[in-house]
DNA sequence: GCTTGACCTGGAGCGCGCTCCAGGTTGGAG
DNA sequence: CTCCAACCTGGAGCGCGCTCCAGGTCAAGC
């Protein structure tokens, strides 16, 4: 049921052998299991945790930070509060994250249809676009959104 | 109406001085204006392309590809194909992101619903939630969140 | 017993995106 | 004319999160 070679436990957690190492070294995991020939033997428990910082990562939360939180749980039932609080903190930055990401992704979808309304690709002499992109002189990007103050 | 200091660029775009230099220096930003004596001015094409670089990064893109697509643009309008593709390529990806984000940010959430679900602090000898989070001898992470395979 | 591939360690190196620095120049205010 | 803050350049350095390497060990199959 548990116990699982370090490239089993790689496949399984999506993180390279070397990134498990380095995790074991920087003491994110801590205390990995061995064999007698002192070979890594993952648990599911460690499984666990990887899925966590795979998480955590994913979603930006610095190493330093994640460490905390493992160090506090290793500390005992006591930091429960410490971690629901850091947890709670993070989640509030990944709220922040995602409205930044769908904001600038908004801006995105909007120099797209820029393009899509361009009359095709070698449009003639007429070329009726260009109080969109001025391409004179020196200019070459006029989606000239306002900017703060 | 243009014609900006670069700490008056700084200030509207976001961007530290050096960055400017620095997104300058590597063809981001092209042939910037200088005063007789060298000193940049920024127009507000310049700004409206920082708008660009920074709903770009924003969005993950990397540097090597924004360099991309300012150079089309500078090569003019026979690339606006490209151009398109490039950037909707780019969206897929930060549609892919999103998503990724999302479906962290929940898995985040139910491991404070957790803490939530806690008797609060010092809950005294009962303890009852050891199957949710194992302490026995060297358990330390149980939401085991069924892993891939 | 031998082979072979998976694994071990410590430490160096890397790719990215800036950021900082030294030492010198510019230019607007007083 | 003087001052001083803002600006210039080329190049070194940094913080992060891995990633790679050399040189050696382990263990399962034949």
Redesign the interface.
């Known amino acids: 049921m548990s116990g699982y070679a370090p490239s089993e436990a790689a496949?399984?957690?999506?993180f390279s052998l070397d990134t498990l190492r380095y995790y074991e070294k920087i003491g994110l995991l801590a205390?990995v299991e061995r064999t007698a020939g002192g070979q890594r033997v993952f648990?599911?428990?460690d499984?666990?945790?990887l899925?966590?910082f795979?998480?955590?990562r994913?979603?930006g939360m610095p190493i330093a930070q994640m460490r905390r939180y493992a160090q506090l749980?290793?500390d005992?039932?006591?930091t429960?509060?410490e971690?629901?609080e850091l947890?709670?903190h993070?989640?509030a930055r990944?709220?922040e994250?995602?409205r930044?990401?769908?904001r600038?992704?908004d801006?995105?979808?909007e120099?797209?249809r820029f393009?899509?309304r361009?009359p095709a690709?070698?449009p003639g002499p007429e070329?009726g676009h260009r109080h969109l992109e001025r391409?004179s002189k020196?200019?070459?990007?006029?989606?000239?959104?306002a900017?703060?103050?």
Chains 1, 2 share one sequence.
């Open positions: 496949r399984r957690s999506g205390d648990t599911d428990d499984l666990g945790w899925v966590l795979r998480c955590l994913d979603t749980a290793r005992g039932e006591h429960t509060d971690r629901h947890l709670c993070h989640a990944v709220e994250q995602m930044l990401l769908q600038q992704y801006h995105l979808r120099k797209i393009y899509e361009l690709t070698a070329a391409v020196p200019s070459t990007e006029a989606s000239t959104h900017l703060n103050e």
